[in-house]
């Protein structure tokens, strides 16, 4: 009984969340344009412009800076370059192993379900190690903040990201190979007109010529990470044979920022207050032309292209034997029942308004039961635990890659798919846990949260949590102990 519970609550992290690329249609394979979203640090915080990277998914390290065709299991690959990686020499891009650039892990059943400054500093410590023992032993590849390896690391962690994504041939992506590795992987990156959006279009033009390009309008003559992603969206939408569509990766509930949709030149002037307003003052004559550019042709939304084109439109079923699809989001629409089932599919992926409300009040009520069965103090003690945990916790990596939180007054917490209902997970705050992210999810915009294909996963776990629960467990026999539980 536990078992099928488990593998019910698990199989959308097993096989939706770090095997995207299975529920494209087809093949399988391809290549995708990835768009993080803007940390609003350093040169994005004047630009918002995010960060872009190329997903694979028959491409896979044979080192961080070598490729190879994946081997069976291995779930495709992140290529990306920046400014500096901070490693022993100065390479132009590193290449990472799918999972790890999601998760900052190995195994998909290790996926974090929160996010933290310190545990991802531990899944930055643990790649460094396994990955990078002879790229990155400088005191300050190991030491420094700043060295940018560790964007590669448990990304959604940091911010959430859409992947735009369409078939390949073998014989292209074995072209790709034979073509990097025999070039030097030598650092040439320049903000304006060698960055990472520059990378990503010859990448992508190597697979498909001409098929993304810069917005010399809207990016003032820069390549933008937005400018590339649209580029090769009204490329692929020409190209139907390429089966495009788009996945999603949100960013961890937790307590690191929150990041904000990627911008290009033109909408970041048009919508950011700190730039709009010294513009209306200084640049009066400007701001109409701005205006205008961002109307008439800048404006991309990449939440919009995922809930038209969603890469979940094939469901994937666990079967004792393993998975298959049991359908597709057909790529013409040109039957009327066929296109009203591919509708019905996507509201299934992304869910429907009333859908969502629906879960929120749900959600109300389950707290307001919690608070009455003193499981937990109040509802505002949900919304403070994720600091409180992040605070006192001390987060570790177990022998089998699971996740873990020393948590002081209470004990142990498992904090990763596998492991939040592993025996010495304390059942109590497992329960709190979940509704915490489960709260942070519901809260979150819609570029910033889950599918409601992963969301009814999340949902399967929080009342499973609920039923574990012991009377002995309750928030009042507690009411004497210093712990996390009880503290606030």
Aim: charged content about 25%.
């Amino acid at each position: 009984m536990r078992t099928g519970i488990l593998v019910s609550l698990f199989r959308d992290f097993l096989f939706l969340v770090l095997l995207g690329v299975a529920v494209c249609p087809r093949a399988f394979a391809g290549v995708g344009v990835v768009l993080n979203e803007s940390l609003d640090t350093s040169a994005e915080w004047i630009t918002g412009s995010g960060h872009t990277a190329v997903y694979f998914s028959r491409i896979c390290p044979a080192s961080p800076v070598k490729l190879r065709l994946c081997r069976p299991g291995e779930n495709g690959s992140i290529m990306s370059n920046y400014i500096n990686l901070g490693e022993n020499q100065r390479f132009e891009w590193n290449i990472a192993p799918l999972d790890e650039y999601l998760y900052g892990v190995q195994n998909p059943e290790n996926r974090p379900l929160f996010g933290s400054p310190r545990l991802k500093a531990l899944l930055e410590q643990r790649y460094r190690v396994k990955f990078l023992p002879q790229y990155c032993s400088a005191k300050s590849c190991v030491m420094s903040d700043k060295a940018e390896w560790r964007e590669m690391v448990a990304a959604t962690m940091s911010r959430s990201m859409y992947i735009f994504y369409v078939d390949t041939s073998v014989q292209q992506d074995l072209r790709l190979i034979a073509e990097f590795n025999a070039l030097p992987n030598k650092n040439h990156f320049d903000g304006m007109t060698n960055n990472c959006a520059d990378f990503v279009k010859g990448i992508l033009d190597t697979y498909f010529p001409h098929s993304a390009h810069r917005d010399v309008v809207d990016d003032f003559g820069m390549t933008s990470p937005k400018a590339v992603a649209r580029s090769f969206t009204d490329y692929a939408l020409r190209h139907r044979e390429l089966q495009f569509c788009v996945l999603h990766f949100s960013q961890l509930p937790g307590t690191i920022k929150r990041s904000s949709e990627p911008r290009n030149g033109t909408e970041q002037l048009f919508r950011s207050k700190k730039l709009l307003i010294p513009m209306a003052i200084f640049a009066t004559h400007e701001l109409p032309v701005v205006t205008a550019a961002y109307v008439v042709h800048g404006r991309f939304n990449p939440e919009g292209e995922f809930e038209e084109h969603p890469a979940a439109g094939t469901m994937l079923t666990v079967e004792l034997g393993g998975y298959h699809t049991v359908s597709t989001i057909a790529a013409s629409n040109a039957d009327e029942a066929r296109a009203g089932d591919a509708q019905k599919e996507r509201q299934a992926i992304v869910g429907t308004t009333a859908e969502w409300k629906q879960y929120r009040m749900q959600f109300d009520a389950m707290v307001k039961d919690a608070v009455r069965e003193r499981i937990i103090p109040s509802k505002a003690y949900v919304g403070r635990l994720f600091r409180e945990l992040d605070r006192s916790g001390e987060p570790y990596i177990a022998p089998n890659g699971s996740l873990w939180l020393r948590v002081n007054g209470v004990g142990k917490l498992g904090v990763s798919a596998d492991s939040i209902f592993a025996p010495g997970s304390d059942r109590r705050m497992a329960f709190v846990f979940l509704l915490a992210r489960v709260q942070q999810e519901l809260k979150s915009p819609k570029h910033c949260r889950e599918s409601m294909y992963e969301f009814r996963d999340d949902w399967g776990r929080l009342e499973h949590a609920r039923t574990r629960i012991p009377r002995a467990n309750i928030y009042a026999s507690n009411s004497g102990s210093q712990g996390v539980g009880t503290r606030f």
